[in-house]
């Protein structure tokens, strides 16, 4: 029977030559098989080689220093197909710059296209993503300069039935370099450790399809038949290498915030703890009125940014994590989702299932409500939340989620950079010091989320700022509410890049989130 070879990394790293096409699957530093990743960078910087690669990653997998970051240097890679790298420095410096061709899908899209290659289909055939940077319309994804000049489409414009849809191709892989926890002698791989499932398999299989070599990285090899059959992740005739990590405290931690914690892998439960009461910002305050569009038992999606840093404390401390299910896209349901660094794995979580069906849920069911971190609103109810200036992050699973859920509400302050505010319960908001770049501008830098087709889809979708509240309707941003101690003319209009409708209900946002404790959230949805 096939049984795969362990190897050093060293010895691993010299199978891949100049030219060589490989994938990774993981999430932050969640899955990032660091030793084999540390072994390429060193090789590269010493003796050029491998050099000219082609990556493939669905998710954004670094902490600003692991990971896909020490891929970023001009010359050992040739082209980049993922969906984020705003924690992968290195990664948006060769982007900016010109050094690398950067191509653009959305997450869910990547995790999905290793399905339809395994399955012989002409790539991955969906409407996610039309109308926004990814349909070739638009910028068809591509990332820079140098993609931009290619006579090459990553994604086409196709019509079936009438109906307009994207097919996104798929890449042929050489390597698949992955992890897992435990490698048995004929190569089972279980991830019992791991703090998110992720989309590994399907990723295994597409490989195989077309002859491509599968390499594990694992904390430690054991004897056949340790594994419980039913925690095999991968079995072992797929797998061609295991590279056993020499320093597991270094390079094989479960996060990149600690090594191991079994209550974010799941076998255990952390004792209830009381999680820090976060201040009565901007942020807060934002997060505070954005959660007030809840209603009871909804299934949410939180992103990056105000979302992130927000919703969760605030329902903390409203004693409301038993009455909304939280979600993450690296398919967690429930718990304490970390944020930062270690963002994608969550404490106490009560399922974990696989990336590509966390978003066969997003992209077909759809979320009851997704709260977005964002950069800009425009007049015609664009959103830009994937480029900043000549900075592309990536748009990670924010196309993926914001098509299709049934409520997608945008969290951002009204202006950037400088902006000092406070809050009172009966004077509401007070400018201390104005920001200095207006985010509500006449066309945004690039279109993350199109306004007229969410309409046509029948969503609804709200801008939230600490100073007034839009709603996104058919024929653009209409302001719904004006926060007490803002003047609508001087503080809003004059400010923004173009001339919003104003709703012939105006109404004053809530002063109750400017409250400095509990404000009562779990009553106002109950109360709904």
Known sequence: MKTPKFVTAQEVVKTIKNGDTFGMVGMTLSGSPEEILKEME????????????????AAGISDKVGGMNRLGHEGMLKRVIGSHWGLAPNMMDIITNDKVEAFCMPLGVLAHLHSCVSRREPGL??????GTFVDPRYEGGKMNERTKALNEDMIDLIEIGGEEYLRYKYTKFDHLI?????????????????GCV???????????KFGGKVIVQVRQKIGNGSIVPKEVTIPGVFVDYVVVAKEPLENHRQSS??????????????????????????????????????TKDAVINVGTGIPNDAVGPILAEENMMNDIMVTVESGIYGGVPAGGMDFGISQNAVALIPVDDQ?????GAGVD????GCGELDAHGNVNATKMGKIAPGSGGFVDITSAAKTVIFCSTFMGKGLKVQFDEEKGVEIVQEGKICKVVNEV???????????????????????????????GPEIIEVARGIDLQKDILDKMGFEPKISPDLKEIPVSIYHDGIFGLKEYITNK
Not at 125 to 130: A, E, F, K, R
Not at 359 to 363: I, K, V
Not at 445 to 461: E, H, I, P
């Open 445 to 475: 830098l690039q279109v993350s989320f199109n306004g007229k087709l969410a309409n046509k889809r029948g969503q609804k979708v709200y801008y939230v700022t600490e100073r007034c509240v839009f709603q996104i309707k058919e024929d």
């Open 198 to 208: 992720q989309e590994l398999l399907p990723a295994v299989l597409a490989t195989k």
């Open 257 to 294: 915030g600690w090594y191991q914690d079994d209550t974010y892998s799941g076998q255990r439960k952390a004792a209830a703890a009381e999680l820090d009461v976060i201040p009565l910002t901007e942020r807060k305050v934002i997060g505070r009125r954005a959660m007030m569009q809840l």
């Open 369 to 372: 409500y997704t709260f977005m």
């Open 42 to 57: 060193r090789s590269f910087m010493e003796t050029g080689e491998p050099r000219d690669l082609t990556f493939v990653h």
């Open 125 to 130: 055939i969906t409407q996610t993503g039309l």
């Open 359 to 363: 978003f066969d849920f997003y992209e």
């Open 178 to 194: 992955i992890r897992g926890t435990y490698a048995d002698e004929m190569g089972n791989i279980s991830t019992i450790d791991e």
